[in-house]
């Protein structure tokens, strides 16, 4: 079955440290890859994703992450966080051969906490 | 442009009862995706449906189902309601639903409570 797995359940740091989310998938196809932020009560919105070239992905708000294609892995970073950055951070796989184009299959989450 | 609106926001039911949500997607999305959130199993994937059709389901009993409209409004209904039904269902919408070509925009939910 398909699986994704974020480690870091909570992630506590200080304003300008760095970042890095782990993201771990268990499929071996072909894989969309995402990373989605929930602000506290505000809508699910989109970081940033990778369909295929260029394996490292800049998204909005200065993240990026990287696909590892040989590690299953699409980690997560940011060079210097700041408080606004605290949220609730999903990965999420598409694969479409095996599960259809349309269906997102989310790891459970890690929750950042920023201290300022 | 409008984003995504679910209705109603916060829902109280009981045991066995029956809940529709409801899902207006944003305007020329035809692609109206349902999912749940719980603090137990996170986000899991309910169903999808474009043009009226449902094309993907995920590994929901029976007891959930769908429809679109051809508007390309969507609902959700929960038959005979369990506690663990307890859920955030969410609400996505995008252009093909053709996740490696249109971005999917979230609702803010519907906070469904199964007394």
């Known amino acids: 079955a398909q699986s994704v797995s974020q480690h870091n359940h909570h992630v506590i740091l200080s304003e300008a440290a760095s970042l890095e989310l782990g993201c771990n998938y268990s499929?071996?196809?072909?894989?969309?890859l995402f990373w989605y932020v929930q602000y506290p009560g505000q809508h699910l919105q989109l970081l940033l994703k990778?369909?295929?070239?260029?394996?490292l992905v800049k998204g909005i708000k200065g993240f990026e992450a990287e696909f590892i294609k040989s590690k299953f892995s699409f980690n997560l970073r940011k060079p210097s966080v700041q408080w606004s950055d605290t949220a609730e951070y999903f990965c999420?796989?598409?694969?479409?051969?095996?599960?259809?184009?349309?269906?997102?299959?989310f790891g459970t989450g890690t929750r950042l906490t920023i201290i300022p | 442009k409008a984003g995504v609106t679910q209705t109603p926001r916060y829902l109280i039911k009981t045991r066995g009862q029956q809940v529709t949500l409801s899902c207006s997607p944003i305007?020329?999305?035809?692609?109206v995706s349902w999912y749940q959130q719980t603090p137990g199993q996170g986000l899991q994937f309910l169903f999808e449906?474009?043009?009226?059709?449902?094309?993907n389901k995920g590994n929901f009993p029976g007891r959930f189902s769908g429809r679109q409209f051809s508007n390309s409004r969507s609902e959700m209904n929960v038959s005979t309601l369990e506690l663990g039904d307890s859920a955030l269902y969410l609400c996505?919408?995008?252009?093909?639903?053709?996740?490696?070509?249109?971005?999917?925009?979230f609702g803010a939910g519907t906070r469904l409570s199964v007394l």
């Open positions: 990778y369909f295929s070239g260029d394996p």
């Open positions: 499929y071996g196809g072909t894989v969309n």
């Open positions: 449906y474009f043009s009226e059709t449902q094309r």
């Open positions: 305007s020329g999305h035809r692609s």
């Open positions: 999420a796989v598409n694969a479409p051969r095996n599960f259809g184009n349309e269906k997102l299959t």
């Open positions: 996505a919408s995008s252009s093909t639903g053709q996740l490696a070509k249109n971005i999917q925009y």
